[in-house]
Each structure stands twice: as C-alpha cells, then as structure tokens.
C-alpha cells in the first residue's frame, strides 16, 4: 500500500489528514507537538483572554481512526532520493508527502531583532510573552522603570493590529491588579509603511487605526525599526525607545527546512509549486500553506490559514488522485474574506467581497471560530474547544 506521510499538523496538514481520513486511507502525521495550535488566534492568548492552553487540541482528538498514525518527532531534514522524510528520532519513508511545515518569523536582517525581541507563532510562544508583561508589570513597583510599561509592537499587518487590540483592552486590568495607575502604560505598534493593515482597503484602514488609538494604542506609521538592542528599540529617524517588551510581528517566511532540503524556492523560502500543489522539483511531494509559493493571477499567495486549509484539502484530494492513477486536479483558491479583530468587542474586514466593520466584523470573526472547529471535527470539536469561543476574559 502507497505510504503518505504528512510534515505538520497546523492548518494546512491537518485538513490533508481529514481529507484521507474521509477516503479512509492509511496516512503518518509527524509533528514536533502532540498538539495542533490555534495559531490565527494566538493573540487573544498572549494577550490575557482565557488560558493559554485553551489554544491547543491534541492532534490525536482530531484523527481517530486507528489507520490514521500520529507521530510526535521534529523533523530536521529530507532525503528525496531515499523517499524519507527525516526526524530527530525517526525517519518516516514514504510514496507520497505532504509538506505542511509552517513558517518561522522573518527579520529582514534587522540588528538585534531576533536575539531582543518575543514573537508570537506558537502557544508557548504566546505563553512566554504574557508571562513576560505580567512579569514586568509586577516587577514595576519595585523599580518604578517606566520601561516595564511600555510595550512595542513591531509592524502593523494583521498580526501585529489584532495583538494591540488585544492587550489594550487587557492592560487596565493588569494595571488595577498590580496597584499601578492604567495611564502609565502604554502600548505603540510601529509600522514601517504610511499605512497599517496593507491588506485592507483604506477606508478599513482608517476605520480600524481610530478604533484602536480611541482605545489608547499609539500607532505610528511611517516608522521603521533598524535596529534592536536589550530594551531598546532604534527608528530609522534616530529616535530611541525604551522599552522591555518588543513584540516582532513584521512578517514571515517559510520554514527553512524547504531551502535546506534542495526544494527550489522564492525569496521567502518558499517551495515552488504547480497548479496541482506538486514541488516543482518532485511530482512525489506536495507543499502547502505558508511553506508553498502558489502564484494565483500573477502573485503568490499569501501566507494565510484558510488558504493552508485549501491547500490541504486539495492535497489530499491528489494524493489520493495519485495512487489511484487519476488526473490530478488543479487548485483554485477561494479568498472568502480577510477579519482583523480590534479587542473582544470590534473587528473590521472583507466577507464575501463586502466590507464589514464594528460589532458586525467581530462576530463574523468569532463565527470563523465554529466553522473551523466544525470542520476539525463536527459539533464535538466545537465543544470540546468552548473556552476560546467564550466572550468573558478569563
Ligand atoms: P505582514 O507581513 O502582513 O505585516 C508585517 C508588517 O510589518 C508590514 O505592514 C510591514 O510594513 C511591517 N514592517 C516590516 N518591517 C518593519 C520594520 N523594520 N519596522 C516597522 N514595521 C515593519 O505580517 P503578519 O501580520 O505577521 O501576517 C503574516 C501573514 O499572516 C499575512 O499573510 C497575514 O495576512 C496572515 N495573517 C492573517 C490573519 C487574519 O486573517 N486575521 C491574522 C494574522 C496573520
């Protein structure tokens, strides 16, 4: 029988293990985690709503069928010569493979930048950067350093927007159980760019930038960091600000492991694909999500879950195309809208070509919840996940 082993078990390799599940074809999964993460809500975890662990699910609740084997390695390489896919304990052969790995933050050679800043990409990650806050909030009253204060956001995409929404509705409480005055801390998301959320036409733009400095985040465009040090974050201006908080949330790249394994890549490491998500460099391999440089009307795709979850989808679709001698079929994405939320309460975005924004977009956000919930795995999956759903702070 044709061995499929899957690389990932985030948005993309998980939807490819549903669709061979549904086909009911054996499959390997190999992830460096027993769990998949909530990756696209990680903001909301790092920013003080829930516990942490609300953001996970083991890979295992997900895949139930005994065929479906599920493996917890790191993988550190491939040999495509020998068909395998290498971990640090194992090495996992197979007929067909589905790279689903990831991304890993890009830092465009900034100075400093990786050594003195958090970034947000896991849970643990989401984890250590509220520990680190409520750390130096707690450590405030001690020093009084108004460094421990200030926390820096660098970049506003959608990451780094729907983070300071995030935290500036979670400071005041932090504040109040500190014994600190809330008017002394402060959040700033530096964007290099003249404008936040390049994504979103500039009417949302606009909408989403008065949303969150009501709130009281200090957005400044037009303001690019060229270099970090331990609580010191520098601007291009020559401006020097003090902070012992700074989040990196200036974009992405693909996993290394794509460029390390011979895969021909673009210039964010990412494999170069075909129409049917094959490598160009091997019809045996398939790469998805933000590991795969799909181009779509001239442009490669963006690194987004719901398009890992396409990809996925379709891969298993042609995998399973593959072992049966059928035509492969093409992948046609589907960008069915783009939500940015601003705090629990206020979203903005696009659904279904529409522009949406306020209380609308936020429960349009929270909707996008449940359907991805529903499709890991029915109303079980929803219940099962309720905390993260819920709309009290922990
Ligand atoms: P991004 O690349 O979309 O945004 C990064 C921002 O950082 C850009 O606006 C860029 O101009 C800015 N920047 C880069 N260098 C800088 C510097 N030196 N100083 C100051 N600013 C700088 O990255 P992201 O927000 O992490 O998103 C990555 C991908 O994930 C995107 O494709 C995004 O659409 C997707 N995403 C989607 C959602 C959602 O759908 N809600 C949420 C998060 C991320």
Known sequence: MAR???????????????RLERAE??????????????ITWLHEAA???????????????????????VVKDEIIGMDREAREVKGRQNSYPYDYAIIALGSAPEFFGIPGLAEHSLQLRSVETARQIRSHIERQFATYKADGDQSRLRIVIGGAGLTGIEFAGELIEWLPNLCKHSGIDPELSEVQNLEAAPVILPALSENLQSKARSVLENKGVRIRTGTKIVKVEK????????EV????????????????????????CDGRGRAKVNEFLQSIDDERVFVIGDCAAFVSARKPLPPTAQLAAQMGEMAGVNVLAAIHDQPLQTFHPRILGTLASLGRDVGVGVVAGMPTSGTVAAI???LTKVKYLIQLGGLRMVSRNKRPLAREQH
Do not use: C
């Open 47 to 69: 920013g003080g709503r829930h516990t942490v662990d609300d953001y996970k699910i083991e890979i295992r609740e997900i895949f139930r069928r005994p065929s479906s084997i």
């Open 25 to 38: 074809r054996a499959f390997t999964m190999v992830n460096k985690h027993s769990y998949h993460q909530f």
């Open 231 to 238: 609580h010191r974050v520098h601007l291009e201006s020559g």
């Open 4 to 18: 499929v082993v899957i690389a990932g078990a985030g948005y993309g390799g998980v939807m490819a293990g549903k």
């Open 364 to 366: 349009a956000k929270e």
């Open 241 to 264: 600000i003090a902070s012992r908080t700074i989040v990196w949330t200036g974009g992405v790249r693909a996993n290394p492991l794509l460029s390390l394994a011979g895969f021909t």
